[in-house]
C-alpha cells in the first residue's frame, strides 16, 4: 500500500510500534500503541505534514480508534479501515460457554497479577494480550470507539472474510458517526492480498473525492 499511494502523490508513513509478536504473542497494550502513534503524529508535524489519514488493516484499525478516541487530535483528519477487527470482548465471550469465558478472565487476571501475564497463555494470546484484548471492559469494543470522535471515514471490506461477517459490518457502520464510504469486495479475504491494485485504487479514489 505504501508505494502504490506515494505513486498517487501521498506521503505514507509505515510506522513502528512497540505491539508486535507473531501469533498474537503482544509484547506491550493498546495504550502503548495510543502514546506511539501521538510520537509519530508529532514527527510527521515536524516534517511540515498538515494533514494526516490514519489507516489500519484488522487490528490496526481498533488500534488507531482508541487513539482517535483518547485524543481527538485535530491532525488527524480522516481514517481508513481495511477489514477493521470485530469487538473483541464480546466475540471472545461468543465463541465459548459463559463459565469458560469467566475462567479465562479470572485465570488471566490472577497470572497478570502474580506477574506471569507474559509467560501464561490462553489459546495463543499470553494472559497480558487476553486482558488488553478479550476481558470485558478492554478498549478493543471497536463498535464503542468509533462512537466517541467524528471523521470522514472509508471502509473496505471482503465478503470472503470469516472475521468479517455482514452483520459485524452493518454494526460497524451503524456505530461510527462520521460520514463513512464503504467497498465490499466479493472475492475478499480478511488479508485482501487478492486485491492489492483495486485497494490501492479505490483508496486514492476516497482521498482525492474527500480531501481535494
Given amino acids: 500500500m505504501g508505494w502504490r499511494l506515494a505513486q498517487q502523490g501521498y506521503t505514507v508513513i509505515a510506522p513502528s510500534l512497540r505491539i508486535g509478536g ?9 495504550a502503548e500503541v495510543a502514546e506511539d502513534l501521538g510520537h509519530w503524529m508529532d514527527w510527521a ?10 489507516g489500519g488493516h484488522s487490528n490496526g484499525g481498533v488500534w488507531l480508534s482508541n487513539y482517535l478516541s483518547l485524543t481527538h487530535d485535530p491532525r488527524v483528519v480522516g481514517t481508513i479501515y481495511y477489514a477493521p477487527t470485530r ?11 459463559p463459565a469458560s469465558y469467566a475462567a479465562d478472565v479470572a485465570f488471566a487476571k490472577k ?27 478492554a478498549r478493543t469494543m471497536h463498535t464503542q470507539r468509533v462512537r466517541e470522535f467524528v ?3 472509508f471502509m473496505i471490506t471482503g465478503a470472503k472474510d470469516p472475521l468479517m461477517d455482514e452483520a459485524f459490518v452493518a454494526a460497524f457502520a451503524k456505530a461510527y458517526r462520521g460520514p463513512l464510504a464503504q ?7 480478511h488479508g485482501l492480498r487478492e486485491n492489492k491494485d483495486r ?14
Fill in 199 to 212: 485497494v490501492a485504487s479505490d483508496t486514492a479514489h476516497w482521498l482525492a473525492q474527500t480531501f481535494p
Fill in 87 to 97: 469487538d473483541s470482548p464480546t466475540y471472545a465471550a461468543r465463541q465459548q460457554s
Fill in 151 to 153: 471523521l470522514p471515514g
Fill in 45 to 54: 508535524e515536524k516534517m511540515g505534514l498538515k494533514r494526516v489519514v490514519l
Fill in 111 to 137: 497470572s497478570v497479577k502474580a506477574g506471569r501475564g507474559m509467560e501464561d497463555t490462553i489459546g495463543l494470546l499470553t494472559t497480558h494480550a487476553f486482558i488488553d484484548n478479550n476481558a470485558p471492559g
Fill in 22 to 30: 507473531a501469533a498474537g504473542f503482544e509484547s506491550s497494550s493498546i
Fill in 183 to 189: 467497498v465490499r469486495y466479493a472475492d475478499g479475504t
